[in-house]
């Protein structure tokens, strides 16, 4: 092989791998820096571009699609002392991708950490129960911190969202048993309200039926004091019919007696001839 052949092998090589140095083919979605001897120079685009090989060199390659950044679990710590778990995701794009490779070391990574601070800030500023429930609240708030610094970063943060917020297992322990606790005083509660409606009913039962005990015995009473009169003003002062019912009565007695199955023996009183004495006129004479 003669050596003008490999000279020109030689510069076939060079031109090839000089082109080939000089072309780039940015794909859609991403933008590529381009340094010059070590010095920013420029921002290729999607589709074909020229560069001066050797003085030129693509340094760093950008995705301009959003970028989903995962923020891990973390605790945090809230207001009254409680211990909560929480985790995030944001959305971002990159805008300026001068900005993005030149303004902070790893891009992805300030603004994870800086979710992740922001986020404990927020959470310690908030009760637990306030924390639990106010997850459009934290977001809100979360986007409004740290947009400002993305801006000076190149990015655009289009979202932040809170995947999860929970208590530690220490802390769910806790409210689990703070929370039989209150169901038990609820109940408590509960049994001696109802116990105390019951005596309250049952006294206003025995009052009630005091009463009426009270009154039906008053009227009695007084039927009876009603009677008597009657009786004693049909009387008058003959007594002849008085003795006569009361010895009716006294008969009916001696027949109810002498009827009754256990009655064995039947013991006649002396007075006997009194009584019947009585029903025909009383002390007639003898």
């Known amino acids: 092989m003669s050596a003008g052949f490999i000279v020109v092998l030689a510069i076939l090589v060079f031109v090839v791998v000089t082109i080939a140095k000089g072309v780039r083919i940015v794909p859609q979605g991403e933008e590529w820096i381009v340094e010059r001897l070590g010095r920013y120079f420029g ?56 900005k993005a490779v030149y303004g902070v070391t790893d891009f992805s990574e300030a603004i994870r950490n800086m979710i992740m601070t922001t986020l404990r800030s927020i959470i310690g500023e908030m009760e637990l129960d306030e924390a639990l429930s106010s997850r459009d609240k934290i977001k809100a708030r979360l986007r409004e911190s740290i947009a400002d610094e993305a801006v000076d970063w190149g990015l655009t943060v289009k979202s932040v969202e809170i995947q999860d917020i929970k208590p530690s297992p220490s802390m769910q322990k ?11 005083r609820k109940a408590l509660v509960t049994r001696a309200e109802g116990a105390k409606q019951a005596a309250i009913l049952e006294a206003e039962a025995r009052l009630e039926s005091s009463k009426r005990d009270a009154s039906a015995q008053v009227m009695l009473a007084e039927a009876s004091a009603e009677a008597i009169r009657r009786v004693s003003v049909a009387v008058g002062t003959d007594s002849t019919p008085m003795l006569f019912l009361l010895g009716e009565k006294y008969i009916a007695s001696l027949e109810r007696l002498g009827a009754a199955e256990s009655a064995r023996v039947v013991v006649l009183p002396a007075d006997l001839q009194e009584a019947v004495r009585g029903l025909f006129g009383g002390g007639g004479k003898r």
């Not at 760093?60 to 605790?75: A, C, N, P």
């Open 43 to 98: 921002t290729l685009k999607p589709g074909l571009n020229i560069i001066i090989p050797y003085l030129d060199q693509v340094a760093y390659k950008l995705v301009t699609k959003d970028i989903i950044l995962d923020v891990q679990e973390q605790e945090v710590i809230t207001r009254d002392n409680a211990v909560i778990l929480t985790n995030a995701i944001a959305f971002l794009k990159v805008t300026d991708p001068v």
């Open 174 to 184: 806790a409210m689990e048993q703070q929370a039989s606790a209150e169901r038990e």
